[in-house]
């Protein structure tokens, strides 16, 4: 299975108040002008040692140059927590990678607007999602060979638990509904 359910529950109604606090206080979901045409569904919480510029977009996008196809960073790059990250939330990460034993590079407020998504893809590493918005219609698919099947559907709902997802696995995500989806994205250093 390319989802997995921990055991770890949070209060989400705080990451999501510590999340409108660095929107209306920090940084706005970024304009593509002044990300260079990167996504602007991103926020990172983590920045690599000698980042500059505006340190919530260090870590948003892909770690592959669009024009080179080389990799410009990797995970264990992003070894720093912004300054302003709000307390409670990293206060539940840091517990999160004692409790799975694993570390963090990119942290991600990531959002997908309704009627969109992402097409089918493989990571470099694993990651972990807390939902703290979505609606019915939401879904990661997971895409495999073989058999009659093609794929498997998955809803993540907003229910305090962070999930494991197998994302070195080929997947997609689809936002079907009218509202926005919002994922805290973890993305496991791979040692």
């Known amino acids: 299975m390319i989802i997995k359910k921990t055991d770890f529950s949070v209060d989400t109604s705080k990451v999501l108040d510590e999340l409108n606090f660095v929107l209306h206080n920090r940084v706005w979901w970024p304009e593509e002008t002044v990300t260079a045409n990167k996504p602007q569904n991103q926020i990172s919480l983590r920045h690599r040692v000698n980042a500059t510029g505006n340190l919530w977009l260090d870590g948003i996008g892909s770690l592959v140059d669009r024009d080179t196809g080389q990799m410009f960073a990797e995970e264990k790059d992003f070894s720093e927590w912004n300054k302003d990250v709000p307390e409670y939330t990293k206060q539940i990460l840091e517990e999160l990678m004692l409790r799975e034993g694993v570390k963090f590079g990119r ?18 590493e694993q990651r972990y999602h807390l ?34 997802l197998d994302t070195t696995q080929g997947h997609f995500v ?18």
Request: charged share 25%.
């Open 107 to 124: 942290i991600r407020y990531m959002r997908l607007m309704p009627r969109t998504g992402l097409t089918v893809h493989l990571d470099k």
């Open 131 to 164: 939902v703290l918005t979505t609606n019915r219609f939401a879904m990661v698919g997971h895409v495999y060979e073989g058999g009659e099947e093609l794929g498997k559907l998955y809803h993540m709902p907003a229910d305090n638990f962070f999930y494991k």
């Open 174 to 191: 689809f936002n079907g509904g009218r509202e926005e989806r919002v994922h805290l994205v973890c993305c496991i250093v791979n040692d």
